[in-house]
């Protein structure tokens, strides 16, 4: 006993003769950089690692041994010539920080992430993923394998990057479409090709670059999917496989329904598969302490811009506070930005962390957090790329490409630690083992509360892929109390096919709503060949708590093949109708069974409606009838009037409007559509009648002729409801317009109400627009402005005519500022060379954009009216922007971004709008197979989906599917034409600057 107590004595003198690690002592400037940061109370920073041991560092990454690779990219923005490298960074005075750099890998164009694999590394370098192995123990690698090619070098911003082992065995890259460049397209004009593995041509491949997507893959077993979201820089998940993006001013998304689910149904098109989460707004308000800021030219001030290296903390160090937050790096304004999440039905929304002030911030303009990472002593790991600019020369001024200071900081770098006050030791580095712990061993690391050990673990557990693994993982599952223990084993037992009904029925049971739902997505693969005992289990979550759980049972009902699955998915729907992604999933779940589902949905909870019910309802009607099903297209025709029938009938309109019929329709199916003038209706039936009608023809019946007859007498009668009318004008139009035509023409320019005078023009340019158009003109001083602006989208919609337009612009018939910004797009950038020049030549503006700018220097020294200004922005801007999400049409970015950038350049950007274009701004022409173009802004992209913006008014955005389309073709120009001078004064300009800068 004694001998153990003084043996205890002596241990104790020891460590007190080793005190603990200290940070590496910086040097004054790097010690300035540290006394220049703000941190949120209870935390301290210390420095990991500065230059000349590290320089423009971007990612980072942590093995099992405690070795530590980091990703340098001095190469940024510009420089192509292989300069990107890897660095393992080495302790070797043992006081466990890093002292000494070894390069593990060179010859890189512009590296952008880094994960381990096998007994390497993973490293994103487009248009390649590496794999890279040092097999000699010489610290550098000499094995370097391309494992994935074909990703677009475009923008280095938007490039492949941050790959990470997914909690389902998967790697993810984070990816997005490429950026299409406009100064320096040599450098970075790459679309990119197919995605495939150069080795084995029999492979699984993508389209090109991955249709702009995220993508997963598996190396070993060359499986390769893309996503149903894309992310900028950065990508995160939390400990139940929820999947977190960013991307600039959108800092905070998550891809709620999942591209198999997507891909499910050919038939549902939407948008989005994404739901943007933040409750303090997308470019939300920021609170920077820099001095000196060095904003460029399309630094949105004031407001998240730049957002990258999402990061969910899973480290378990900082406390319950921290359980649920984010980090987002924001490298424009020097600062981490952090959110805390909480669920909201099947998506989450965010929240700031702190009110009015941010995680981190620095005095210095010079700290620019690009990356974070969660190590295995729970600390946060800031990546500071340390440069004095950050933006892409693409986007700055000319002068400060000429000032040659791009690269300054090219010399530097940080890397920076974010520890609890009570600190936190820094022992890790070359000191871990956990390559050589045995299976069982490993299986305890999933129990740790740091999620690195967990990830860690798990994807050595994967590797091996050792079926003596099976029984302890089982073990854990039954005996941890830390659900998050169980998510990696219950996905290590799927990769070993030992996901057994026990265990599934234990974990479909478990307390913790993502134990559930992970149970769940294994479920549904594992009993698709039937297992009536699970399917019963699994259908008894239909009254789960959690809305999360009812969704991903939702989501998996399509996998089963149950008789009480339909019965079970109206009572899902019936609970959460109001959250928007159930609809959604219904719909991805209901494939080939879309019109029992309607009839169903239309029985539990077609009474009272709703604007979530509306819309399920229109995609619901879109998809039957993208499904091509004649009877059950005829079915919702010859069913009673109801809001839910109006819904339905509007999806199918809007599908058939763009696609064209899908289905062979009989007279007996129009005939259920013609409107009734004797019996009263709901006016918003009678259009949406009309609307399909439009599209699909009258009956040839008698019917018609009796029913025009009624509609004459109700549109020339001033006493009847302005609905009614309307309804009876375009009736008349789509009858016999030749034998009405005059009575539409007198309605148009002598009738007693605007809006039957606007109806009447636009039922006789659907039925003719050549005929519209040459009415137009004959009439023009007799039409109202909302007229005249209706007859020049018709215009703009007859391509044969619109060179009329351009000469009744010519002649002075129609004024140059009748057109608005919008329509000047289509002209100013038309594919037809001839359409092109002529628009050029006939509202002739001044090329010389610079000597234009400085005619309108006055208006930033003059005192501008803010009240003025706003009327103005709704004359001139509202057409394609609005202003803090208010007061016009989000076409556009929003100008509320901009209002805190330096006058001359907000001035610089109205007046030469192509001196730089907003990125996800770019105007497209998208040629759809049938020969039918849509041009507007690319919005959002699917895997089954694009999504153009058309400019103008409330047109809503056009969803077209990606099998329909031929190409997409991007303008090298903005989609806000010059010639803003022709329509505001110096005065009206100086107004319009201080109500969009607010002073």
Known sequence: MLMRY?????????????????????????????????????????????EPLVTDPVAMEIDERGQMYVVEMPGYPLDLSKSGRIKLLKDTNADGYPDTAVVFAENLTLPTGVMRWRKGILVTDAPDVWYLEDTNGDDKADVRKKLLTGFARSNPQHNLNSPVFGPDNWIY?????????????????????????????????????????????????????????????????????????????????????????????????????????????????????????????????????????????????????FQNVTFIAEPSHNLVHADVIR???????????????????????????????????GALYVVDYYRQSIEHPEWM?????????????????????????????????????????????????????????????????????????????KNLIAQTTRPEAKVPALWLLDALNAADEETLRRCLQDKAAGVRENAIRIAERVIAGGNPALTADLLDLQN????????????????????RTDQVRVAILKKDIE???????????????????????????????????????????????NKGNAAEVGRIFSSKTSWTKIAALNGMAKLWQHKGLTVPLTDTDRLAL??????????????????VLRVIGLPATSAVKAQAQRAAVLAADPQQAVGLRTAAVQLLALYNPRAYASVLERLAVAGDDEQIRLVAFASMSRVSGRQACAFALREWPKFTPAMKHEAIDVFLHQPDQIQHLLTAIDRKVVRHDQLQWHQKVGLMNYYDTRIRTQARRVLAVDENRHVVVQQYQAALTSRGNSDRGKVVFARVCSACHQLGGQGGRAFGPDLATVRNRNPHNLLTEILHPNHSIADGYDYCTITQRNGQQTSGILAKETASTVTIRLAGGDIPDRVIPRSDVLRIDKSTTSAMPVGLENSISVTEMADLVAFIRNQ
Request: glycine share 6%; with cysteine; charged share 20%.
């Open 6 to 50: 003084n043996s205890l004595i002596f241990a104790l003198l020891i460590l007190s003769c080793n005190p603990a690690p200290q940070p590496p002592k910086p040097s004054s400037e790097q010690q300035r950089a540290l006394d220049a940061f703000q941190l949120m109370a209870g935390f301290n920073i210390e420095l990991v690692a500065a």
């Open 173 to 321: 890259l984070a990816h997005e479409g490429a950026v299409t460049p406009f100064v320096y397209q040599k450098e970075f004009g790459d679309k990119g090709s197919v995605i495939r593995f150069p080795d084995s041509p029999n492979a699984p491949t993508l389209p090109q670059n991955a249709d702009g997507r995220n993508v997963r893959f598996r190396p070993d077993t060359r499986e390769l999917e893309t996503r149903s979201g894309e992310t900028q820089f950065g990508q995160t998940f939390d400990a139940w496989g929820h999947h977190f993006m960013t991307a600039n001013a959108n800092h905070l998304f998550h891809e709620v329904l999942a591209a198999r689910y997507v891909r499910r149904n050919p038939n549902l098109l939407i948008p989005d598969a994404t739901q943007n989460i933040p409750d303090h707004g997308d470019a939300a308000e920021v609170y920077p302490a820099t001095e000196n800021p060095n904003h460029q030219l399309l630094t949105d001030r004031g407001v998240i811009t730049s957002s990258c290296g999402v990061t969910w903390y899973l480290g378990g160090a900082f406390g319950d506070k």
């Open 343 to 377: 669920d909201q039905g099947a998506s989450f929304v965010a929240s700031r962390l702190v009110e009015k002030r941010e995680f981190l911030t620095s005095k210095d303009s010079w700290f620019r957090p690009v990356n974070f990472y969660v190590g295995p002593d």
């Open 397 to 473: 001024s000319d002068e400060m490409v000429k000032s040659g200071t791009l690269y300054n900081g090219k010399d530097k770098g940080r890397i920076y630690r974010i520890v609890p006050k009570k600190g936190l030791p820094m022992d890790w580095l070359n000191r871990l083992n956990l390559a050589d712990l045995s299976d069982e061993e490993l299986v305890q690391k999933l129990d740790h509360q740091n999620g690195w050990f967990r990830r860690t673990a798990q994807r050595l557990l994967f590797q091996r892929a050792s079926a003596k693994t099976i029984l302890p993982l």
């Open 544 to 563: 789960d708590p959690s809305a999360k759980v009812r969704y991903q049972l939702l989501c998996a009902l399509g996998d089963l093949r149950d008789p």
């Open 579 to 625: 959250d928007k992604w159930t609809g959604l999933a219904a719909l991805t779940s209901a494939t080939g069974r879309e019109m029992q589902l309607y009839e169903q949905a239309d029985r539990v909870f077609g009474g009272q409606p709703s604007h979530a019910k509306q819309e399920f309802f229109t995609y619901l009607g879109a998809t039957i009838a």
């Open 674 to 691: 013609l409107p009734d003038f004797t019996k009263s209706a709901p006016s918003a039936f009678l259009q949406t009648q009309l609307d």
